[in-house]
Each structure stands twice: as C-alpha cells, then as structure tokens.
C-alpha cells in the first residue's frame, strides 16, 4: 500500500504548509511568553515549548520538500495566518498573558491537533514509517496544550481573569482560525476530506467554559474520548 497516492502530494504539502505556517507562529509565542510569565516554571517550561516548535516547524518543511520538490503556497491561508498572528503579537504588546495563552496554546494548537490526529490515523494505517517521531510530536502538543489549560484555569481559580472575559476575547481567534481551515478547503477536497470534520473536532477537544454550546463536565470528558477514536484522512 502507497503511503501517499499519486496526484495528492502538492495538496498534502499544501495542508503541511498550513501546519508548518503555525509552528513557526507557535515558536514565536511561546518565545514571546517566557517574558511575559510570572514564575520560573512558567517560564522554563515555554523556554522548552518553543524550542520544540521551532524542531516541528523543520519537520514540517522537510515533509513539504519530500512532497513537493517544487515550491507550494496555500495563498488563502497565508493572509488569515498572518491576521492571526498580529492578533497573537498584538496580546503580547499589550502583556496579556492570558489572551496568548488561549490563542495559541488552546485554540491554534487545538486546530493543529485536531488535523494532525486524522493524519496520524491514515498513517499508522498505511504503516508510514518515522511512526516514533510523528508520535512524539502528537505528545509534545497535547503538553503544551495542557499546559495551556492548566495554567488558564489556575489564573481563572485566582480571579485573576474571568470566564466571560475569556470568551469574550476568544471570538476573533476562533473566527479566523475557522476561515484559515476553510481556505484550505480546495486541498482538503482535492484528497476527499472535508474541512467540517475536522471543524467538529476542533470544538469537541475545546474545554468546557469555551464551548460554544455550555457542557457538562463529565459530557465533555466522555467526548473526548470518543475525539480519541477518530477516523483516518480518507485518501489514506
Ligand atoms: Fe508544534
Ligand atoms: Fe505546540
């Protein structure tokens, strides 16, 4: 079995450009945030993040010139990732640790995950190799994730930020983050995907207080769950 069919490799150097476009963004952040955070383990921990986006990043480039020898651009996608991270730049200006936090440890890197768990799915089932790699990888974004989330939730528990306010600046993140998905749809079609599973994905792994629609807890914990059992990429 080919790991990947003739014909779909610009499009998934495409969709990997799209990745690697946050990763860089992703690197920048954390690097900005080691500043911005208030204790050393805050701290070292970001210190470690964006070294490790900046590795994800390389990969990610790599992939691309396997996949593409020639250069491939995704110019829909680059002005909202561009958007996106003025957004980013413009809470790190104002030293809103919180507001960075949530645009991109929580919903940029909840998007990311939500794309990479199907094409890990398709690729463990093809038995694609660097298997070890692409698994750390998915490990390191859940923790920097998680930590994301932690460290929201204890600001949260110290009132030091509101569950309103967070919604409240959250908006703008999601919104892009849903048109940068969608102007990528021409390379999700074109390797039979749809843009809206992964959608769906991205808003069941939210946490509780940012779902659209307010869940339960526990709803949410066996949602996960269920997340975890996802289907592979099609063309796969
Ligand atoms: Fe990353
Ligand atoms: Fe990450």
């Known amino acids: 079995m080919a ?15 799209f990745l690697d476009l946050g990763e860089q963004l992703a690197h920048d952040c954390a690097n900005a945030q080691v500043d911005l955070a208030s204790d050393y383990r805050l701290k070292a921990f970001l210190a470690g993040q964006a070294k490790q986006e900046g590795r994800h990043a390389m990969a990610f480039q790599l992939a691309i010139r396997w996949l593409s020898p020639r250069a491939v651009t995704s110019p829909l996608v680059f002005p909202h990732m561009n958007q996106y991270r003025r957004l980013i730049m413009a809470a790190v200006e104002r030293g809103d640790f919180a507001e960075t936090l949530l645009g991109e440890q929580i919903i940029l890197e909840g998007l990311g995950e939500a794309i990479l768990r199907r094409m890990e799915a398709g690729l463990a089932r093809r038995k694609a190799p660097f298997g070890r790699l692409r698994r750390m990888l998915l490990h390191q ?15 949260i528990a110290a009132d030091m930020i509101s569950i309103e306010g967070l919604k409240k600046a959250a908006s ?29 994905d991205f808003q069941i792994g939210l946490p509780d207080w940012l779902q659209a629609h307010h869940r339960k807890p526990n709803l949410l914990r066996s949602t996960l769950k269920e997340s975890r059992n996802i289907q592979p990429w099609s063309f796969m």
């Open 3 to 17: 790991v990947i069919k003739s014909g779909e490799h610009v499009h998934l150097a495409q969709l990997l450009q």
């Open 141 to 155: 974004e859940e923790a920097h994730h998680s930590f994301g989330l932690r460290t929201l939730e204890r600001m």
């Open 172 to 200: 703008p993140y999601v919104e892009l983050g849903k048109s940068m998905l969608f102007a990528a749809q021409d390379a999700f079609q074109a390797i039979k995907e749809d843009p809206q599973n992964y959608w769906d």
